[in-house]
C-alpha cells in the first residue's frame, strides 16, 4: 500500500485530495476525496519507506 501511495504522491503527481480519492476506490474507505485523508496516508506512506513526508519528492 505504502509503494503505491508513493506512486500516486510522487510519480503521478497526486494532490493529497486525489490520493485520498484513488485509495478509496481502490481499496474502499469511507473518507472519499478528503484531503486531510490524503495527507494522513501520504504521511504513513513516506514513513514506512524510511523518507520525510515533508521534503521532495512528497511535498
Not at 490524503?38 to 521532495?56: I, N, S, T, Y
Amino acid at each position: 500500500m505504502a509503494s503505491q501511495i508513493r506512486t500516486w504522491r510522487c510519480d503521478e503527481d497526486c494532490t493529497w485530495r486525489a490520493v485520498a480519492q484513488a485509495a478509496t476506490d481502490l481499496w474502499g474507505s469511507e473518507w472519499g476525496s478528503n484531503q486531510i485523508y490524503g495527507r494522513d496516508l501520504c504521511v504513513a506512506a513516506a514513513e514506512l519507506l524510511g523518507e520525510d513526508p515533508d521534503r521532495e519528492p512528497w511535498n
